[in-house]
């Protein structure tokens, strides 16, 4: 059976932040024909992996990997609040098969997620339960990380996994590119900021619209014309060139604090992308039928949109 990819960049200002110029055609241009990807590929399975921006999964027990057997989304800034439509039983063989390949990961019969899983979704299939789905949390936001390598080979497992299934299984690849919304750290954090990172479940309303218009807020700052967030977009389109041409292994040698100090603290977001195209290339080689890529400072993202999927035999 073959394999296919998408992967997305997120940003939850897409929804109350105007970008200057034709960013936001030429974005909707590049889902549409995402859409039309997936929709030709006729899934029956998506695999969603994707990061959690200190929602779904906090320091007070915070895994490298971890895949839903079940799953709730939060509804932060907009998107759907509610379950998704996990795939228990693929989402349980997922969790035995990369266990069984050397590859750690932690299982979560509740897991909550954010934007990171909830936007690509909608955006891809108009609903957060539209499609049977296996949701696969990559720690891309709360240091440490462990190598890059490391998430590349959970992506090899991932995919023989699903090789295994013989089904028709998309992989949805969300956030990235280069990109550094304000998020807080751990380190030096006053103690309510770090008592939120510890275990900040459940914030009141008034905390999450709080958190929301800050983030909201410094989008609107950039599209009002103050001096943008940093991104990189030779660093970004470098990296769309890796995967275009399969040189996957070019990732092992980056350390964490060259992806950072390139691409800012979020870039490590990326590793979901990386994940989906190795798991993609164990079904053998494969063709980027699509790519899009723009610097969006509005959005804080550094945008790309991919698509891929098995080579066909001539
Ligand atoms: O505030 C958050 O939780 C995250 C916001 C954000 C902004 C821009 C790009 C991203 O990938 C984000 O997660
Ligand atoms: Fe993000």
Redesign the pocket.
């Known amino acids: 059976m073959p394999l296919a990819v998408v992967t997305a960049s997120?940003s939850p200002l897409m929804r109350t932040v105007e970008p200057r110029g034709d960013a936001r055609t030429a974005v909707d241009a590049a889902f549409a024909q995402a859409r039309a990807f997936a929709a030709d590929f006729r899934p029956d399975l998506v695999v969603v992996v994707a990061?959690d921006?200190y929602n779904g999964m906090f320091y007070d027990l915070m895994p490298p990997f971890c895949v839903g057997t079940a799953a709730e989304a939060v509804g932060d800034y907009g998107t759907a609040r509610g379950p998704l439509a996990v795939d228990r039983e693929a989402a349980r063989h997922v969790v035995r098969e990369v266990l069984a390949a050397d590859i750690d990961l932690a299982m979560s019969e509740r897991m909550v997620v954010d934007h990171?899983f909830a936007q690509p979704l909608e955006l891809l299939f108009g609903a957060i339960d539209a499609v049977p789905a296996v949701p696969v949390f990559i720690n891309c936001v709360a240091v440490p990380f462990g190598p890059v390598r490391r998430t590349r080979r959970l992506g090899e497992a991932l995919g023989r996994a699903l090789l295994a299934l013989d089904r028709r299984v998309l992989l949805l690849g969300s956030?990235g590119l280069s990109h550094d919304?304000p998020l807080p750290t751990l380190e030096g954090a006053p103690p309510e900021v770090a008592a939120r990172l510890i275990a900040g479940r459940h914030p009141t309303p008034e905390e999450r619209a709080g958190r929301e218009a800050r983030v909201r807020d410094a989008g609107l700052a950039v599209a009002s014309g103050e001096p943008g967030p940093r991104l990189n977009p030779d660093w970004d389109r470098a990296f769309l060139d890796l995967l275009a041409e399969g040189r996957l292994t070019a990732a092992d040698t980056w350390t964490n604090t060259w992806i950072t100090a390139e691409a800012g603290n979020?870039a490590h977001?990326v590793r979901t992308w990386l994940a989906c195209y190795a798991a993609l290339a164990t079904a053998g080689p494969y063709a980027m039928r699509g790519s899009f890529y723009r610097p969006i400072p509005e959005w804080i993202a550094g945008f790309g949109i991919t698509t891929a999927e098995t080579r066909r035999n001539p």
């Open positions: 997120h990061p921006h990171g956030g919304p979020s977001e």
